[in-house]
């Protein structure tokens, strides 16, 4: 099973804050022999919505442009891979409010999110909560 990124925990508090399930958490999926893992699958109970999330940090990281490219990479072959596997629960990309203000806010990342199709759940680390989500 592949490192849990560092503000795993932080998400899944702020999701269950915010009436979320956490329902399983690195949720294998398979391409002929190629295993991925994607963190979370959660679920709200008053709307029967079921959501796949992946974490990514890009905002301390020491080149956010390799860090946007593999974590719009990892977004893109996740959401592939799951319409391959027949799977049609929406998948999330889960950002800190520093790197959605960050790179993410720059042209670079905003053509790299509406070229991609990414839906994102923006977080605040510090506080533990989900600032938004942009579909």
Not at 40 to 52: C, F, G, Q, S, V
Request: charged fraction near 25%.
């Amino acid at each position: 099973m592949p490192a849990i990124d560092r503000h795993h925990d932080v998400v899944k508090r702020a999701l269950i804050k915010a009436g979320w399930i956490i329902a399983d958490e690195q949720i294998k999926i398979v391409v002929d022999e190629r295993s991925m893992f994607i963190d979370l699958e959660i679920l709200k109970p008053d709307t029967d919505m079921t959501l796949l999330i992946e974490v990514k940090e890009l905002y301390t990281i020491p080149s956010p442009v390799e860090a946007l490219a593999s974590a719009i990479g990892k977004y893109v072959m996740y959401r592939t891979s799951l319409r391959y596997a027949g799977v049609e629960i929406p998948l999330y990309l889960a950002v800190s409010v520093e790197a959605y203000n960050g790179i993410l806010s720059e042209k670079l990342g905003k053509l790299m999110l509406a070229e991609a199709s990414v839906r994102l759940l923006v977080f605040d680390a510090d506080q533990e909560v989900i600032v938004r989500w942009i579909p």
